[in-house]
């Protein structure tokens, strides 16, 4: 299952997995008129990397986003997502 994380200002979806085996899958999606979508993937906690048809600057954004927002995505998905983390 998959989880939303944020929507950014650009439709960017970033959605994460649950923890499975010790690692969480990040998914990143943003559509494009011409290609339909790019897309990313990473995994944590070891920041491997799978890209479709973002530029390398849009992947150093993703790179910065994904090491400062790592620690609430693997707390989430512990959690069962941030929806259910955040409940009272």
Known sequence: ??????????????????IRDGHVKVYIETPDLNDGFHNAICWLPEYKWECHGYTETEMAYFRQFIRENAHLILEYAKEGGILNASAV
């Open 1 to 18: 299952m998959m989880y939303p994380y944020v929507t950014l200002n650009d439709d960017t979806e970033i959605t994460h997995s649950e």
